[in-house]
Nanobody
Framework: QVQLVESGGGSVQAGGSLRLACAASGFPYSRYCLGWFRQAPGKEREGVVGIYSGGGDTYYADSLKGRFTVSLDNAKTTLYLQMSDLKPEDTAMYYC??????????????????????WGQGTQVTVSS
């Protein structure tokens, strides 16, 4: 059973940094996608970034390139999201998600909400001005 548990959220002032972590376990296959999504109050959940476990290929939402960096530890048990130069509009619940059944196709890891099968409970990030 795939399990995803996020941590690291909190409150920070604009311009600050945070690092989120997602403990990931229970994968039946060695190749899968992990991703970060976020949902602000009153808005739809949007993709931030996806990463392929097979080779580390990453797919960022265009609007967030440069400020957010995703990484996966060598054991492939913890997914990170390093966020810098945070802005009030980054305030949201951040979710870790997984997509199975991707085989050798890393392009499936683009963070489209509808394509990810498993979700964590989320961690809140609040950025004040």
């Amino acid at each position: 059973q795939v399990q995803l548990v996020e941590s690291g959220g909190g409150s920070v002032q604009a311009g600050g940094s945070l690092r989120l972590a997602c403990a990931a376990s229970g994968f039946p296959y060695s190749r899968y996608c992990l991703g970060w999504f976020r949902q602000a109050p009153g808005k739809e959940r949007e993709g931030v970034v996806g990463i392929y476990s097979g080779g580390g290929d990453t797919y960022y939402a265009d609007s967030l390139k440069g400020r957010f960096t995703v990484s996966l530890d060598n054991a492939k048990t913890t997914l990170y999201l390093q966020m810098s130069d945070l802005k009030p509009e980054d305030t949201a619940m951040y979710y870790c998600a997984a997509r199975l059944g991707v085989g050798y196709s890393s392009s499936y890891c683009y963070p489209q909400r509808q394509t990810y099968n498993y979700w964590g409970q989320g961690t809140q990030v609040t950025v004040s001005s």
